[in-house]
């Protein structure tokens, strides 16, 4: 009876993510702002509202949102990958979430609540292009087979601009309005920490995951003169 709970507790204790960490941090940028921008709708007001603001820079007291962040390396390739629906919707002429992250095998669902057509295009090299004129109240369904980052744009609505991340598994983040991060349940070992945000551009960090948590702050001080898409 003793062994049987001694090796039970014992199996509790291999399997449990006690043993894993977790990865903590904050993205800043501490270079010059821009000047914000706000796209005229002109004709299509009624529908999108006199302007849309630029969302490709989002900052509160030097924090930036919409940065994502996965681990990459020969231990990553270990991690398991729990593919899912996400979706991207076509609403008051912009695309919401202006960011979307997902692992590799996920069905990419777009959809519009909008009462006017819209274009939605897709600048993919290692997963199938997107070209498709959406009507009011259409959908469409498409898995996301490769990692890439995906540019996605109108080509109706010059200003509908949105970015599909696609991560080769499912430990990964995305930072909110206060530009932190977290990433759960990492087995320990050795990883690369890959940063990216569609004006900062990329960064790459060798990290060391024990139990606990790790954590990785990162300061942008200028905007990227060209940013990766792949």
Avoid at 3 to 19: E, G, Q, R, Y
């Amino acid at each position: 009876m003793y062994k049987l709970i001694f090796a039970t507790f014992s199996l509790l204790i291999l399997t449990s993510p006690v043993h894993a960490g977790t990865i903590k941090g904050e993205v800043k940028y501490s270079g010059k702002v821009p000047a914000s921008v706000a796209h005229k709708t002109g004709k299509f007001k009624k529908v999108c509202g006199p302007e849309i603001l630029d969302e490709s820079l989002i900052l509160e007291n030097q924090s930036v949102k919409n940065v994502v962040i996965w681990l990459e390396g020969k231990q990553a390739k270990k991690l398991k990958n729990k593919p899912g629906i996400y979706t991207i919707d076509q609403k008051k002429c912009a695309y919401s979430p202006h960011v979307l992250v997902m692992p590799q095998g996920s069905e990419l669902k777009i959809l519009t609540s909008d009462p006017i057509n819209h274009n939605i295009h897709t600048y993919s090299f290692d997963n199938d292009p997107i070209n498709i004129m959406f009507l009011p109240n259409q959908d469409y369904t498409q898995e996301m087979e490769e990692p890439e980052v995906v540019k996605v744009s109108c080509d109706l609505h010059s200003w509908m601009v949105a970015y599909i991340v696609v991560t080769p598994h499912s430990y990964f983040a995305l930072t909110g309005k206060n530009g932190t991060f977290e990433i759960k349940d990492v087995p320990p070992g050795k990883y690369t920490l890959k940063v990216w945000h569609e004006s900062l551009g990329e960064e790459s960090r060798k990290i060391q995951v024990g139990e606990g948590i790790t954590q990785e702050d990162f300061n942008f001080s200028e905007l990227a003169t060209q940013v990766s898409q792949k």
